[in-house]
């Protein structure tokens, strides 16, 4: 265990070692849609996902790369004079386009000043053999990683939120991107509809035995104007306490190989946006609440997992 002050792995651990400077980074949004949003897979999204397609803290569409990554990098110079960036494709699926014009958008961002990563947020339904090619090409010049959103190993809680694939899809494309030897980050939700804590740990359980490098922790959000809205009103979702949210991020850590980088803890929502729950806006609390926890039960990242 050698992560600084942490009792985990963390992306910003991770990042100065592998750069030797403090790196962050530049969300984006490359006006790109969704197969689960336009009809060819499904429509209306996932029942949680933003009108912004999870893009809400990204630049605008409506503006080039090199504008949007201008714009974003004059805001973060605020908080941090110095640093290298990543640039980071959030919004939508970054692979569900033609594949030239994926590569003029990479480019485009990979060839700002600074830039050291490429980070592109996708689905695994969304890797057909050429683009896997391009990642694999752009992976000799920065280092890439793409992001899955997984969000459950459960298939009833898939057809609930209307993921739109299979866990078999999943291993298929985690295994297409791995072949090529790029990065692949998890993001997994706790708090979906019907989801006891066990079915969240067994999505963990089923994570730290696959060939992931990092993975993303998100609280369940109910955001306005998101089909998920519904299922509320109706009485269908009922959100976590921040307690028991702690409990179970720590536990979970337990469950994770310590070579696994844990990319977040927490999810963002804008606070205009949200519904519930309103705890949730406290992150500094919330991330600080992890690490007394962490402390006082003397447990770290992968510490149960010879226990199971």
């Given at each position: 265990?050698?992560?600084?002050?942490?009792?985990?792995?963390?992306l910003n651990y991770?990042l100065r070692?592998k750069f030797?400077c403090?790196?962050?980074?530049?969300?984006?949004?490359?006006?790109?849609?969704?197969?689960?949003?336009?009809g060819?897979?499904?429509?209306?999204?996932?029942?949680?996902?933003?009108?912004r397609?999870?893009?809400?803290?990204?630049?605008?569409?409506e503006?080039s790369?090199?504008?949007q990554f201008?714009?974003?990098?004059?805001?973060?110079?605020k908080?941090?004079?110095?640093?290298?960036?990543i640039?980071y494709?959030?919004?939508?699926t970054?692979t569900?386009?033609?594949?030239?014009?994926?590569?003029?958008k990479?480019?485009?961002?990979?060839?700002?000043?600074?830039v050291?990563?490429?980070?592109?947020?996708?689905?695994?339904?969304?890797?057909?053999k050429?683009?896997?090619d391009?990642l694999?090409e752009?992976?000799?010049?920065?280092y890439?990683?793409?992001?899955l959103?997984l969000?459950?190993v459960?298939?009833?809680?898939a057809?609930?939120i209307n993921?739109?694939y299979?866990?078999?899809?999943?291993e298929?494309?985690?295994?297409?991107l791995?072949e090529?030897?790029?990065?692949?980050?998890?993001?997994?939700i706790?708090?979906l509809?019907?989801e006891?804590?066990?079915?969240?740990?067994?999505?963990i359980?089923?994570?730290?035995?696959k060939?992931?490098q990092?993975?993303?922790f998100?609280?369940?959000?109910l955001m306005?104007n998101?089909?998920m809205v519904?299922?509320?009103?109706?009485?269908?979702l009922?959100?976590?306490?921040?307690?028991?949210y702690?409990?179970?991020?720590?536990?979970?850590?337990?469950l994770l190989?310590?070579?696994?980088?844990?990319?977040?803890?927490?999810g963002?929502?804008?606070?205009?946006?949200?519904?519930?729950p309103?705890w949730?806006?406290?992150?500094?609390?919330?991330?600080?609440?992890i690490?007394n926890?962490?402390?006082?039960?003397?447990?770290f990242?992968?510490?149960?997992i010879?226990?199971?």
């Open positions: 265990m050698n992560w600084g002050d942490k009792r985990y792995y963390s991770y070692e030797k403090k790196v962050y980074k530049i969300s984006l949004d490359a006006g790109f849609s969704c197969p689960n949003r336009d060819k897979i499904g429509t209306g999204g996932c029942i949680f996902c933003s009108e397609g999870a893009g809400d803290f990204a630049g605008s569409s503006l790369i090199h504008q201008t714009n974003v990098k004059k805001v973060m110079s908080k941090w004079k110095d640093g290298k960036f640039a494709f959030q919004a939508y970054n569900y386009a033609p594949v030239e014009e994926l590569r003029q990479y480019e485009e961002a990979i060839k700002e000043e600074g050291v990563a490429l980070a592109i947020a996708t689905r695994p339904d969304c890797l057909p050429e683009v896997l391009l694999e752009l992976s000799k010049k920065v890439v990683w793409v992001e959103g969000q459950t459960n298939e009833n809680t057809l609930t993921r739109g299979s866990l078999e899809v999943f298929s494309g985690l295994k297409s791995r090529r030897g790029i990065d692949v980050v998890c993001h997994v706790f708090g509809p019907a006891s804590q066990e079915d969240m740990l067994d999505t359980r089923y994570l730290s035995k060939d992931i990092g993975i993303k998100h609280l369940l959000h306005k998101t089909p519904g299922l509320y009103n109706d009485g269908g009922s959100f976590m306490e921040q307690e028991e702690t409990e179970l991020i720590c536990s979970a850590l337990t190989p310590q070579k696994i980088v844990i990319h977040r803890l927490t963002d929502s804008p606070r205009s946006l949200l519904i519930g309103m949730s806006l406290k992150k500094w609390e919330i991330l600080n609440s690490d926890l962490l402390k006082s039960k003397n447990i990242q992968g510490s149960a010879d226990e199971n």
